[in-house]
């Protein structure tokens, strides 16, 4: 079984700083790991993917994510915010079966301020 | 834009009505995914398919029918739903393979009243 904690459920943050939101799994096999952004009325958007090599993940909108398979971490960072990235972000972990399922965390409400 | 489109973005229907939620895709993939989303919550997974097959069924009450006419559809038919069932429904698809993300569309608003 494999599961995943967002450690935040909100993070306020000023325009132009920077901001790290934290991501923990856990899982008896090899994963992929995804941070997904939803902004209100929407579906999910992929910001980012893990799937082997370089622990460090670039992804659109300026965010990178770093995989450190010791800590069973998966954080995401962006070094300056802006007040269109306030959505709700997810981080999800799926399992090294063929169409395993995408477990997702509860979700950490970024709220940017200006 | 989505990739992955879904019709209607809105429904209200009442709890005796028939209704059917529509999600299309031209990317190729081979798994399509239903979700339930309820309020300030993750996506809960109700069904897989794989190749057009059923492949996973999240224990979902058979007031939900899911049904993959083709590789590039995928419908959710509803019926005699519980005022509990309103929620945002989102497809999603994907290569298949399990290190490849999912796509997610925009979802149904779904109301019963």
């Known amino acids: 079984a494999q599961s995943v904690t967002q450690l935040d459920s909100q993070v306020p943050v000023f325009e132009e700083a920077p901001v790290e939101l934290r991501c923990n799994y856990s899982?008896?096999?090899?994963?992929?790991l995804f941070w997904y952004v939803q902004y209100p009325n929407q579906g999910l958007q992929l910001l980012l993917k893990?799937?082997?090599?370089?622990?460090l993940v670039k992804g659109i909108n300026g965010f990178e994510a770093e995989f450190n398979k010791s800590q069973t971490s998966f954080h995401l960072r962006k070094p300056s915010v802006h007040i269109s990235d306030t959505a709700e972000y997810f981080c999800?972990?799926?399992?090294?079966?063929?169409?395993?399922?995408?477990?997702f965390g509860q979700g950490t409400i970024l709220t940017v301020h200006p | 834009d989505t990739e992955v489109t879904q019709t209607p973005k809105h429904l209200v229907m009442g709890m005796t009505n028939k209704k059917s939620l529509k999600c299309e895709q031209h990317?190729?993939?081979?798994?399509m995914y239903w979700y339930k989303q309820k309020a300030k919550k993750p996506p809960e997974l109700m069904f897989v398919?794989?190749?057009?097959?059923?492949?996973i069924n999240e224990s979902v009450p058979s007031r939900f029918s899911p049904e993959c006419p083709n590789s590039s559809l995928l419908n959710l038919h509803l019926h005699a739903l519980q005022p509990e069932d309103s929620a945002l429904y989102l497809c999603?698809?994907?290569?298949?393979?399990?290190?490849?993300?999912?796509?997610f569309g925009d979802g149904t608003r779904l109301s019963i009243l």
């Open positions: 899982s008896s096999v090899s994963v992929y």
């Open positions: 990317m190729g993939h081979r798994a």
């Open positions: 999800a972990v799926r399992g090294g079966t063929s169409y395993g399922k995408l477990t």
């Open positions: 893990y799937l082997s090599g370089s622990t």
């Open positions: 999603a698809s994907s290569q298949g393979e399990s290190n490849q993300p999912q796509h």
């Open positions: 398919y794989s190749y057009e097959k059923l492949s």
